[in-house]
């Protein structure tokens, strides 16, 4: 880490560096005193020694945040936002990230106070402090030309490709989420595992505790693939634990397809072979029963 104190004319009162990864990422950090006329933009560019146009890219992709009293830190994408006294700027500066071009969600139902969407594998939930334009809640955002809030209410791992749910209003995310808490909302997964699994004693049942905490995996046998030994299952989880689908079929000896975490054997050229492919729930708002599905070639029943 590389750290440097100092005062001066323009009321900087610390500026400080941190490499975060040797290769390419940094953390460039500013606080400013009185008398700061600033710009955020010209602020960053004058103190990092980046250009105004990579500092701007970055605010654009969500890299710069600002710190402002007792508020939380927020994204600043604003580039000529004029800076206060006390302000803190943080540029989390990686240009592997900002080069990033993302895959492109698709939406599937708009039921207005919240919306159905395809993410494809690769693309984020959520952004990191690194940047949101590799996710999909950045993307649902411009989607709906900023005119409409996006709440997560839940998520599904970057790997892995399917449905998710996001509200646009805070009503909307307490009824889905209350929803998901009571299991009311059926999420089904289609997932190759690696190995016969017809043959295994689990009976479509895996009720292994993950993290100290309960956790029960369903699933139903759809073919098993002897020319590469794999078995196509559809599960549902009934708790929603950290990776859950893809450490139970490991913890049982047969591991996800394509899963770079879990599981020894299992590579596959295409990647994670786990998708979300359908969703169904009571709509909260009263337009009956919602169901969505997609069908994704490889993963034919």
């Known amino acids: 880490m590389i750290r ?37 933009c010209d602020a960053l560019a004058a103190r990092t020694g980046l250009s105004k146009s990579s500092i701007k890219q970055a605010m654009i992709k969500g890299a710069v945040w600002l710190c402002r009293s007792k508020s939380k830190p927020r994204r600043l994408r ?47 939930t959520q952004g990191t402090r690194y940047g949101d334009h590799c996710s999909l809640a950045r993307q649902v955002e411009q989607y709906f030309k900023m005119k409409r809030n996006v709440f997560l209410v839940h998520r599904i791992d970057r790997e892995a490709s399917g449905l998710v ?47 100290g905490k309960t956790a029960l995996t369903r699933f139903r046998f759809i073919r098993y693939d002897p020319e590469k030994d794999r078995t196509l299952v559809h599960a549902q989880i009934h708790t929603g634990r950290l990776h859950q689908i893809r450490r139970h079929f490991s ?28 969703i169904a729930l009571d709509c909260p708002f009263g337009n009956g029963h919602i169901e969505a599905k997609i069908n994704l070639k490889g993963f034919e029943t």
């Open 78 to 124: 604003k580039a000529t936002t004029i800076l206060k006294a006390g302000d803190t700027l943080q540029l989390y500066y990686d240009p592997a990230i900002l080069a990033v071009s993302p895959p492109i969600a698709d939406c599937v139902r708009d039921l207005g106070h919240y919306t159905i969407w395809f993410k494809p594998a690769g693309l984020l």
């Open 251 to 278: 913890h049982i000896g047969f591991p996800v397809m394509g899963d770079p975490r879990y599981g020894r054997g299992n590579h596959c050229p295409e990647g994670l072979q786990l998708v979300a492919f359908r």
């Open 165 to 211: 749910i996001l509200a646009h209003n805070q009503p909307a995310a307490a009824k889905i989420s209350g929803l998901l808490q009571k299991n009311r909302i059926e999420k089904e997964y289609a997932v190759w595992v690696r190995g016969d699994l017809t043959q295994s004693p689990s009976n479509g049942r895996i009720d292994l505790d993950l993290d």
């Open 4 to 40: 440097s104190d100092r005062n001066d004319n323009r009321g900087v009162q610390i500026s400080r560096q941190a490499s975060i990864d040797p290769m390419t990422a940094t953390l460039h950090e500013v606080t400013f005193g009185p008398g700061c006329p600033d710009t955020a």
